[in-house]
C-alpha cells in the first residue's frame, strides 16, 4: 500500500537559514508522482511542484529545490535562505495512477517556522 | 481567473441538520475530489469523480454523499452531520485522471471550516 512519511513534525529556523524537509514514500508501483504543496497559515493549499517516477533529475525554482532519490524512496524539499513567509506547513504527497483512483495519498506535514 | 471555490468558507451547525458544500471549478476539469484534513491525521480523501456521472468512495466515505451533475459542480452533502465531522474540507479538481504530461495535478478550493455541535 502506498504511504507517505514526514518524519519531522515541526522546524524551527531563524531567518536566512537553509531548511531540508524530509519526505520518504512507500509505493510497489513502478510509475507513480510525487507532489509537494505548501498550507500557509490562511489555509488554503498551494501546490508547488510535481515529479514522476521516470524523472530523477533534481529541480531548482529560486530558493526552493527538491531532490528525488528512488534508491531511497526519498523526495526531500531544500528551502535556501528562508524567510518568514517560508512559515507554514508543507506537504509531501503521493499518487499511483495505475491503483484506479488517483488519490493524493498525503504524509502528515512538517511545520516550518521560520523566526526573524 | 482559473480556480476551485467552495461555499460556505465556514459553517457551523447542529448535529442532524443536513448541509451542503458547494465546489465549483472554472478549468473544465474531469477528475474532482473531495478531502478532509484532521489534525494528526493528514488529509484524506471522501469521494472522488472521474467525470459526470461518475464517482465512487475514497478512503472516508462514511456519512457523506456527492453528486456530479455536471463537469463544474461537485457537492458535498452531510445528510445527518455528527460532531466527528467537524473539520476542514478541501475540494480539489485537476484536467484528468493520471497523465505524465502533469495534466493530473491536483488544484485545491480554499477550504470549508465545518463545526458539527
Known amino acids: 500500500a502506498q504511504k507517505v512519511t514526514q518524519a519531522q513534525t515541526e522546524i524551527s529556523v531563524v531567518e536566512k537559514e537553509d531548511v531540508t524537509l524530509d519526505c520518504v514514500y512507500e509505493?510497489?508501483?513502478?510509475?507513480?508522482?510525487l507532489f509537494w504543496y505548501k498550507q500557509p497559515p490562511s489555509g488554503e493549499l498551494v501546490f508547488l511542484i510535481r515529479?514522476?517516477?521516470?524523472?530523477?533529475q533534481n529541480e531548482i525554482s529560486g530558493r526552493y529545490s527538491w531532490n528525488f532519490q528512488k534508491s531511497t524512496s526519498s523526495f526531500n524539499f531544500t528551502i535556501t535562505a528562508s524567510q518568514v513567509v517560508d512559515s507554514a506547513v508543507y506537504f509531501c504527497?503521493?499518487?499511483?495512477?495505475?491503483?484506479?483512483?488517483?488519490?493524493?495519498?498525503f504524509g502528515k506535514g512538517t511545520r516550518l517556522s521560520v523566526i526573524a | 481567473e482559473a480556480q476551485v471555490t467552495q461555499n460556505p468558507r465556514y459553517l457551523i451547525t447542529v448535529t442532524g441538520k443536513k448541509l451542503t458544500v458547494t465546489c465549483s471549478q472554472n478549468?473544465?476539469?474531469?477528475?474532482m475530489s473531495w478531502y478532509r484534513q484532521d489534525p494528526g491525521l493528514g488529509l484524506r480523501q471522501i469521494y472522488y469523480?472521474?467525470?459526470?456521472?461518475?464517482?465512487d468512495k475514497g478512503d472516508v466515505p462514511e456519512g457523506y454523499k456527492v453528486s456530479r451533475k455536471e463537469k463544474r459542480n461537485f457537492p458535498l452533502i452531510l445528510e445527518s452531520p455528527s460532531p466527528n465531522q467537524t473539520s476542514l474540507y478541501f475540494c480539489?479538481?485537476?484536467?484528468?485522471?493520471?497523465?505524465?504530461?502533469?495534466?493530473?495535478?491536483?488544484?485545491f478550493g480554499p477550504g470549508t471550516r465545518l463545526t458539527v455541535l
Open positions: 469523480s472521474m467525470n459526470v456521472e461518475v464517482t
Open positions: 480539489a479538481s485537476s484536467l484528468s485522471r493520471w497523465s505524465p504530461e502533469g495534466t493530473d495535478t491536483q488544484y
Open positions: 509505493t510497489r508501483d513502478t510509475t507513480y508522482y
Open positions: 515529479r514522476n517516477s521516470f524523472d530523477e
Open positions: 504527497a503521493l499518487s499511483e495512477p495505475n491503483s484506479g483512483n488517483t488519490p493524493l495519498v
Open positions: 478549468m473544465n476539469h474531469e477528475y
